[in-house]
C-alpha cells in the first residue's frame, strides 16, 4: 500500500487486486465529476435491466423486485437530496451500485448480471442525448416562434438587403428574419434525424460480445422506450457516433446562432443604429458611463467557438480506437455535456433577447436612401423592352457611375436623365422604378422578398412549426 492510497472507497472490482489504488491515479481515472449528472438514466436503465433479469428467470422474480424497490426509493431519495452520491466513487455507475448495496445488502450484486459498465454507460448516454434533443428542439421551437411574431410586425419593414456587406437590393425585414427561421427548422431536422440513430438500445451487448444469459433485450427497449436493439454487441459499446452526429448538428445550429448574433451586434453599433437592445439585456462598462454593450450576443458568437471545440474533441477522441471499449472514451463527457448545455443556455438566451430588442425602421429606411440598391431594377427594367441583360447592366453601370462622380442619387435622376441614357427609359415612371418599395414588391416570385411572396412564406413557416414534431 502506497502513501496515496484511497481507503474510503472499496472498488467493486478489487477481488483480483493486493494493493489499493493510488490516490492520484483514482483522481485520474474517476469520472464521477462530471457523469455523476447521469445517475438518473443509470437508474432508469437499471430497473428495466432487472425487471428482465426477473421476466427471464435469470434471477429469482423476489430479488428482482426488491432491487426495483431499492431503486426506486433511491431514485426518490437523490432527486430531493435525501442521499447523496459517494464522492469517492469511481464513476455514477459504482456510486449508485454502492448505495443500493448498502441499503439492500448482497442481493444488489445481481444487479449487474448479464451486463457491463460498458453497455450500461453506452445506454445512459443515449437516453441522456435523447432527452436533450428534446430539450434543444423546444427550445429552438421557442426561437423559431419569436422569429415568426416579428416578422410578423415588419412585414412592411425594409432595410437594404447587403452582400459582401454593401448594399445590394432592398428587402423586407420580415423576409431577413425568415431566413433565421428557416436555419432553425433545418438545425431541428437534423436533431430529429440524430435522434433516430441514438434511439437505439445498447444494453445486453455486455462488456463486448454479448452474454451467456437468456436476455431480452427487446423488452429492455420497450421498457426505456428505444425504438430498436443495436444489432452488434461490439458496435454497441464501442461507438460514440450519435454524440459526434447531435453535437455536429448542435454545432451547425451555433454556427446560425453566431449569424444572427453577429448582425445584431453589427445594428446596435451606432454606425448602423437599426437595433436598440433593451436595458434588460445588455450590459455596462466599469469605466466608460455611457456604455451599452451587446455582451449576450458577442457571448453567443464567442460560444460557437467553444461548441465546434467540443466536437473536435470528440472527433478526435473516437479517431482510431480499436474495437471495443477503450477508457479513452470516458472522455466523451465532458465535451458532449458541454455543447448540449451551451447550446440549451445558448437557444434560450436568444429567445429572451430578441422579445428585447426595437428595430429602428426609420434608421432601416434612412439607410436606403440614396444607396443604389435599386440599379438591378433600372436594369430588369430594360430587360422588359428586350435589351439583352448585360447590355441593361452596362448601361444603368454608367448611370450608376455618373451618378456618383456627380454627388447624385438614383432618386435625383429626371425621366429626362434616364431616356438620355437609354431611349428605353421613355415613359417610364422614374420614380416608382427606383423606389425601395417598389423594388422589393417586384420581387413577387416564390421565396422573394415581395410582399405578397412574403406573406405566403410567413403562412408556409407557421404551418411548419405546427406540423413538425420530433419522431421518437
Ligand atoms: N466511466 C466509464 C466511461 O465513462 C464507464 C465505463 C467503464 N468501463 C470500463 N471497462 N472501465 O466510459
Not at 437499471?46 to 425487471?51: D, E, G, I, Q, Y
Not at 444488489?108 to 448480471?113: C, I, N, Q, V, W
Not at 464501442?238 to 448538428?249: G, P
Request: hydrophobic share 45%; charged share 25%.
Amino acid at each position: 500500500m502506497t502513501d496515496n492510497a484511497v481507503k474510503n472507497a472499496p472498488k467493486l472490482w478489487a477481488g483480483r487486486f493486493s494493493q489499493e489504488t493510488d490516490a492520484l491515479v483514482h483522481q485520474f481515472n474517476a469520472s464521477l465529476s462530471f457523469d455523476k449528472r447521469l445517475w438518473p438514466y443509470d437508474i432508469e436503465g437499471s430497473l428495466a435491466h432487472v425487471k428482465m433479469l426477473g421476466k427471464c428467470g435469470i434471477i429469482p422474480i423476489e430479488d428482482a423486485q426488491t432491487i426495483v424497490e431499492g431503486l426506486e426509493t433511491l431514485a426518490a431519495d437523490l432527486g430531493s437530496d435525501a442521499v447523496a452520491l459517494d464522492l469517492g466513487a469511481e464513476d455514477v455507475h459504482m456510486a449508485v451500485e454502492t448505495l443500493l448495496t448498502q441499503r439492500l445488502g448482497p442481493v444488489a450484486g445481481k444487479l449487474h448480471t448479464a451486463r457491463s459498465r460498458n453497455d450500461q454507460i453506452a445506454t445512459d448516454i443515449r437516453l441522456y442525448v435523447k432527452d436533450a434533443i428534446a430539450d434543444l428542439d423546444e427550445k429552438a421551437e421557442r426561437v423559431q416562434s419569436r422569429l415568426v411574431e416579428l416578422a410578423s410586425q415588419h412585414l412592411d419593414t425594409l432595410l437594404p438587403g447587403v452582400t459582401h456587406l454593401q448594399h445590394a437590393q432592398p428587402v423586407r425585414l420580415a423576409h431577413h428574419l425568415l431566413a433565421y427561421f428557416w436555419m432553425l427548422s433545418r438545425d431541428r431536422e437534423r436533431l430529429a434525424d440524430s435522434l433516430k440513430r441514438t434511439d437505439r438500445l445498447p444494453l445486453g451487448a455486455g462488456a463486448l460480445a454479448g452474454t451467456t444469459f437468456p436476455i431480452d433485450r427487446h423488452f429492455v427497449a420497450e421498457e426505456l422506450g428505444f425504438s430498436s436493439v443495436i444489432e452488434n454487441s461490439l458496435d454497441a459499446v464501442s461507438d460514440r457516433d450519435f454524440a459526434i452526429e447531435t453535437v455536429s448538428a448542435v454545432s451547425i445550429l451555433m454556427m446560425h446562432l453566431s449569424r444572427l448574433s453577429e448582425e445584431l451586434i453589427l445594428w446596435s453599433s451606432p454606425e448602423f443604429g437599426y437595433v436598440e437592445m433593451g436595458d434588460n439585456v445588455t450590459t455596462g462598462s466599469s469605466i466608460m458611463p455611457q456604455k451599452k454593450n451587446p455582451d449576450v450576443a458577442e457571448l453567443l458568437r464567442g460560444k460557437t467557438g467553444r461548441v465546434y471545440g467540443d466536437l473536435t474533441a470528440l472527433l478526435t477522441i473516437m479517431k482510431s480506437l480499436p474495437l471495443a471499449y477503450n477508457k479513452d472514451m470516458q472522455e466523451d463527457k465532458e465535451p458532449l455535456f458541454d455543447a448540449l448545455d451551451t447550446a440549451s443556455i445558448s437557444l434560450a438566451v436568444l429567445h429572451t433577447l430578441l422579445g428585447n430588442i426595437t428595430f429602428k425602421t426609420d434608421r432601416m429606411a434612412g439607410a436606403l436612401r440614396g444607396d443604389f440598391s435599386t440599379a438591378t431594377d433600372l436594369a430588369d427594367y430594360l430587360v422588359r423592352q428586350e435589351l439583352p441583360f448585360r447590355q441593361a447592366h452596362e448601361v444603368v453601370g454608367k448611370i450608376v457611375g455618373r451618378c456618383v462622380a456627380e454627388g447624385r442619387a438614383l432618386e435625383d435622376l429626371s425621366a429626362a436623365d434616364l431616356v438620355e441614357a437609354s431611349p428605353l427609359f421613355q415613359g417610364v415612371d422614374a420614380a416608382a422604378l427606383i423606389s425601395p418599395r417598389g423594388s422589393a414588391d417586384a420581387r413577387a416570385a416564390y421565396g422573394g422578398t415581395g410582399r405578397g411572396a412574403v406573406e405566403a412564406q410567413l403562412v408556409r413557416a407557421q404551418s411548419w412549426l405546427e406540423a413538425f414534431g420530433l419522431a421518437a
